[in-house]
């Protein structure tokens, strides 16, 4: 047999993922989701505000109020804090920042 033989199918791998507990502990939300309507795009003073699956731009007078968060599994925050935090304020960051 060779290394081609052994590889797995496109099929076994979206299986894989889809059974895997990074992708699985995201149905957690999947209720509440189909319940909302779909949001519609924010004005405020002119601007069009997109919305954005990471952050929110919440208008607050002159300007908006930034709310992003990120949800991390237990075993990573108890095994490693430091880090858990590290990339806490990292992806957060970055959010922030794709959403313009």
Excluded at 20 to 30: E, F, L, M, T, V
């Amino acid at each position: 047999m060779n290394a081609r033989d052994s590889s797995p199918t496109l099929a076994q791998i979206i299986e894989t993922l889809r059974a895997s507990r990074g992708i699985a502990h995201k149905r957690d939300i999947d209720a509440v989701m189909q319940a909302l309507p779909p949001a519609p795009a924010m004005q405020h003073q002119g601007h069009t505000l997109a919305v954005g699956d990471d952050c929110a731009a919440i208008p607050d007078g002159d300007g908006y109020l930034l709310f992003a968060i990120e949800g991390f599994l237990n075993e990573f925050v108890d095994q490693q804090p430091w880090f858990a935090g590290y990339c806490g304020v990292m992806v957060n960051v970055s959010d922030i920042y794709a959403m313009g």
